[in-house]
């Protein structure tokens, strides 16, 4: 059975930085698109960072572009997200998804396998 564990979140000031970790389990780590998405409260789930356990390709939103920075380690099945100069707008939950296959958009509605998600507040 496919079960992420994240973890990583807390609380942060302006400016800061979080490493978030999403381990995986129960299935086979090649050929999936692993993903980090965020919901703020009375907001849609939004896609973060996207990555292909296969070859590595990625994506981000242009809100996180240039501050956070998706990885993979392969021999540990585990997806880090580094996020720098982190702003108060990025206070929300995060959740990591799974899905079977290359991405072709880091949307949620793509992703059928989550984990119970990490609360990442950035306050001063």
């Known amino acids: 059975q496919l079960q992420l564990v994240e973890s990583g979140g807390g609380l942060v000031q302006p400016g800061g930085s979080l490493r978030l970790s999403c381990r995986a389990s129960g299935f086979s780590w090649d050929s999936h698109s692993i993903g980090w998405f965020r919901q703020a409260p009375g907001k849609e789930r939004e896609g973060v960072s996207c990555i292909y356990t296969s070859g590595g390709s990625r994506t981000y939103a242009d809100s996180v572009k240039g501050r956070f920075t998706i990885s993979r380690d392969n021999a540990e099945n585990t997806v880090l997200l580094q996020m720098n100069s982190l702003k108060p707008e990025d206070t929300a939950v995060y959740y990591c998804?799974?899905?079977?296959?290359?991405?072709?958009?880091?949307?949620?509605?793509?992703?059928?396998?989550w984990g119970q998600g990490t609360q990442v507040t950035v306050s001063s």
């Open positions: 998804g799974a899905r079977r296959g290359m991405f072709s958009l880091c949307v949620a509605e793509a992703f059928g396998s």
